[in-house]
């Protein structure tokens, strides 16, 4: 039996048939919900991943994953019917890590699930080889690459997966300028297009407001315009 569960959420019932279907056929156990009201009833830090649907009745997926995001770090896949990127940006902006339009096939959920679970756990189990422990930042901003995590002044900065391993990309490489590609390539692991774009903005302005950093005096993650962001 896995030791993965995936809780998911949608409220058409055919499809969250498909969804048990698929993914227990991938080994994985599985929760199902029919809104949001009823996920953050079943979330826990037993989950490993959350699939929300966008649009849902009683709680959408958008307040759905703003709420699952004020306790948990759980990487979050979204479904939607739309293609609109303004769909996309609203769930990178609450905290989601990646996304799916419906109708999908069994190998795009499959891909898309897989990697993203591949990503967290080496987000989470990945040890530092070079025998720092910490990097230092701007502002008494530091990243503890054992625990991995962020702090600021002392306090801890809660940072989701996708959020912590841009910030740990280009601290690793200060003064080295990384595009929009690279950072995506590096990130989620997948050919970029340049629809991706809003993907990396969204997660980048994410960051920057968690840090305090802003985009027009930025004292860490600076824009190189043109060319993209860069850490000093």
């Known amino acids: ?21 698929l993914l227990r056929s991938e080994g994985y ?8 009201e009823e996920v953050l009833e079943q979330m826990s830090d037993e989950i490993d991943l959350l699939i929300l649907d966008v649009m849902m009745p009683k709680m959408d997926g958008i307040e759905t994953c703003r709420q699952v995001r004020k306790k948990y770090a ?12 303004e769909d996309k940006i609203k769930g990178f902006s609450v905290g989601a890590d990646d ?3 419906k109708p999908f096939s069994y190998t795009e959920l499959t891909m898309r ?20 422990a910490v990097i230092e930042l701007f502002g008494d901003t530091e990243i503890d ?29 200060k003064k080295e300028v990384f595009s ?10 997948e050919q970029y297009f340049y629809t991706s774009n809003n993907t990396v903005m969204v997660h980048i302005r994410n960051l920057r407001k968690k840090l305090g950093d802003t985009p027009k005096d ?6 190189v315009w043109g060319k993209g962001y860069k850490v000093e």
């Open 74 to 85: 759980t990487p979050i896949l979204f479904l939607t019917a739309k293609s609109m990127e």
């Open 180 to 189: 929009v590609q690279q950072i995506y390539e590096n990130i989620w692991k």
């Open 218 to 223: 930025s004292k860490l993650i600076q824009t």
């Open 29 to 36: 156990n599985t929760i199902a919900a029919s809104n949001g």
């Open 113 to 132: 699930v897989n990697a993203m679970l591949r990503r967290y756990r080496e987000y989470g189990e990945k040890k530092n080889t070079n025998g720092k």
């Open 145 to 173: 690459l054992d625990a991995h995590t962020v702090t600021k002044s002392g306090k801890r900065i809660k940072l989701t997966e996708i959020e912590y391993r841009i910030l740990l990309l280009l601290a690793s490489h």
């Open 99 to 101: 996304y799916l339009v």
């Open 1 to 21: 039996m896995s030791s993965t569960t995936i809780l998911f959420a949608d409220d058409d019932e055919a499809i969250r048939d498909v969804l048990n279907l």
